[in-house]
């Protein structure tokens, strides 16, 4: 069974940081080489945030989160990171990791064939 299970998301006051986790088990990791966050605030579509190639390490951030968010991936711990640094409200959502086949533009959400449930960050005024 293939399994994608964040974890990290909190409650944090504006400014500070979180790193999310994405644990991925019953798939060859290697083999869906986009791994990528996506958020979803209330009101609003799923939108991409990072996304990583596990093959090159090639990195792509939205506009939004660049210079304050860092995507990372261990291979032998099947698992995908996301540094968030100086946090603001609007990046209040639910976030998502996903996997991919190929290098996959993180606009292509629907070439995503596996997705987590998703961990909630909340960041306070």
């Known amino acids: 069974e293939v399994q994608l299970v964040e974890s990290g998301g909190a409650l944090v006051q504006a400014g500070g940081s979180l790193r999310l986790s994405c644990a991925a088990s019953?798939?060859?990791?290697?083999?869906?080489?986009?791994m990528g966050w996506f958020r979803q605030a209330p009101g609003k579509e799923r939108e991409p945030v990072s996304c990583?190639?596990?093959?090159?390490?090639?990195?792509y951030y939205a506009g939004a989160v660049k210079g304050r968010f860092t995507i990372s991936s261990d291979n032998a711990k099947n698992t995908v990171y996301l540094q968030m640094n100086s946090l603001k409200p609007e990046d209040t959502a639910v976030y998502y990791c996903a996997a991919a086949e190929g290098w996959i533009s993180c606009n292509q959400q629907a070439a995503f064939a596996f997705w987590g449930q998703g961990t909630q960050v909340t960041v306070s005024s």
């Open positions: 019953g798939f060859t990791f290697e083999r869906y080489t986009t």
């Open positions: 990583t190639s596990n093959s090159d390490s090639s990195r």
